[in-house]
C-alpha cells in the first residue's frame, strides 16, 4: 500500500523561506507524478505544482501561477522523496500542504481528482 509522508511545514516570517519534504513508499518511487497542494481555511484544495515520473522526465514541471518563480519542486528517486522549496513567502501562502501521487502514470496531473494518495498535511504559517 502506498504511504506518503510530509515534513517541513512551520512558521516563518515574510519574504522567508521554508523546503518541504515528502517520501512516498509502497511502489517504485520513480515512475509516479509527485504533486504538491494546499488548502487554506475554509477554501478548496489548490494544486500547485506537479513533476513527472521517470518516462515523462523530458518534461519540466508544472507550476500554477500563484507559486510560478517563488516555489521549485524537485525529486531524489534514490531517497523516494519530492521537495518543494518555497522561496519568498507571503501571509498568504497560509495553508496545509499536502504531497500527493496518483493511481497511474499520468502526466503532469493537475487535478485533485487525479491524485489517489495523500500525506496527512504540513502546516505552513507566515507571518507578517
Known amino acids: 500500500q502506498v504511504q506518503v509522508v510530509e515534513s517541513g511545514g512551520g512558521l516563518v516570517q515574510a519574504g522567508g523561506s521554508l523546503r518541504l519534504s515528502c517520501v512516498a513508499s509502497g511502489r517504485t518511487f520513480s515512475r509516479y507524478p509527485m504533486g504538491w497542494f494546499r488548502q487554506a481555511p475554509g477554501k478548496e484544495r489548490e494544486f500547485l505544482t506537479v513533476?513527472?515520473?521517470?518516462?515523462?522526465?523530458?518534461?519540466?514541471?508544472y507550476y500554477e501561477d500563484s507559486v510560478k518563480g517563488r516555489f521549485t519542486i524537485s525529486r531524489d528517486n534514490a531517497r523516494n522523496t519530492v521537495y518543494l522549496q518555497m522561496n519568498g513567502l507571503k501571509p498568504g501562502d497560509t495553508a496545509v500542504y499536502y504531497c500527493a501521487t496518483p493511481r497511474s502514470n499520468l502526466r503532469l496531473p493537475r487535478r485533485v481528482e487525479d491524485y489517489a494518495y495523500w500525506g496527512q498535511g504540513t502546516q505552513v504559517t507566515v507571518s507578517s
Open positions: 513533476i513527472n515520473g521517470i518516462a515523462w522526465s523530458g518534461d519540466s514541471p
